[in-house]
């Protein structure tokens, strides 16, 4: 699963990639044509927290991978590398400047990050709105030879109404198909239909006002769109702090969270993830899973003798183990619980598995 990072140039991309994967990019690095690709760990406090508390001899986060796109502009979205780099992402990530600085250019003059999100938006949908007139000219080609498949009908009919949509310059986020539609068109990797993180990067002394972040939320809230705002510049700076010291700085900012934790679950949502934990002395393991899996499906992604040999799961609750203070503590309170089969995983979990093969 990859999350593509988008914007216009100097909007802070850059930095938020680095950030995200702990990598360290060339100062040459402009963006340019050249694509990035990294790991991002998820910062997921309850992970750090069952790190402290077992002390394993080896700790492993949760991982998503992250995609750098080249810089975002006419020239750039009209290549077909460009979109074919956006299509094999699963959600986007759009970087938008709300910082001022003179010393850094804006491409159009000023600073305004909701024109620039409608900018950036149309160019998505104009990507859209190419790939489906060239499927449908194609399907009337075959038409008019006699030559077009059982089904190319139907996929023309939904593209035409995909086109009005996108010829009034809407998303296709909220295109409604059936079970049917939807392996029909499954090929078809149409960006506006992917999940969408809007990021404000603000002056540090920002970040604090909520009145943009409200006014962007409230405004892409039916196309389920989640915004968020961070201070890239306040962020590169936690990073380089001791854990002492980054208490300290967030507690003088006001800041209850950093920035970072809140887009890596947000990363994590959009693309229909959780995690759940494997605990003990030898390890802390952090699991990523899709929604809604049933326990040995979730299971499989241990290993697939787990799968296959499933006999049931042993649960607890990261929120009541943190409550009680320790495992024996949780099991004296009769709160460990062994589900079957039929157990659906849920965020947070913390599950050994009891298996036979």
């Not at 990073?239 to 920035?259: G, M, W």
């Not at 899709?290 to 609750?317: T, V």
Request: aromatic share 6%.
């Amino acid at each position: 699963m990859k999350i593509g990072i988008i914007g216009l140039p100097q909007v802070g991309k850059k930095t938020l990639f680095e950030l995200l994967t702990g990598e360290t990019l060339s100062e040459e690095y402009g963006g340019g044509q050249e694509i990035k690709m990294g790991a991002a760990r998820i910062r997921d406090s309850r992970f750090d927290r069952l790190v402290e508390m077992y002390n394993p001899k080896r700790s492993v986060p949760a991982t998503i991978d992250v995609v750098l796109l080249p810089k975002f502009d006419k020239e750039t979205v009209s290549s077909g590398e460009f979109l074919k780099s956006l299509e094999k992402c699963d959600a986007l990530c759009h970087i938008v400047r709300s910082f001022s600085d003179e010393s850094v250019f804006h491409v159009d003059g000023s600073v305004d990050p909701l024109r620039d999100i409608g900018n950036v938006t149309t160019e998505l949908i104009l990507g859209d709105l190419i790939l489906a007139e060239k499927r449908i000219e194609r399907i009337a080609s075959d038409q008019k030879k006699g030559a077009a498949g059982a089904n190319q009908g139907k996929e023309k009919n939904i593209l035409d109404e995909m086109k009005k949509l996108l010829d009034e310059n809407l998303p296709l986020i909220n295109f409604s198909m059936n079970e049917d539609d939807k392996k029909l068109m499954s090929t078809y990797q149409f960006l506006t239909r992917k999940p969408v993180i809007i990021v404000l990067n603000v002056d540090d002394g920002k970040i604090a006002d909520t009145a943009l972040l409200e006014q962007a939320a409230a405004k892409y809230k039916e196309y389920g769109v989640k915004v968020m705002q961070t201070s890239a510049k306040i962020e590169a700076e936690l990073v380089s702090l001791e854990p002492e010291e980054r208490e300290t700085f967030l507690k003088e900012l006001k800041i209850t969270e950093p920035a970072l934790n809140q887009l890596s679950a947000l990363c994590f949502d959009a693309l229909g993830l959780i995690s759940f934990f494997t605990v003990g002395e030898d390890e802390v393991r952090a699991w990523t899973v899709k929604k809604n899996l049933p326990a040995p499906e979730a299971a499989g992604a241990i290993h697939s003798d787990l799968q296959r040999g499933f006999i049931r799961a042993e649960i607890m609750k990261t929120n009541e183990l943190f409550e009680s203070g320790s495992e024996a503590k949780l099991k004296e309170a009769g709160k460990v619980m062994l589900k079957g089969k039929d157990y659906i995983v849920e965020d947070g979990d913390i599950m050994h598995v009891r298996f036979n093969v």
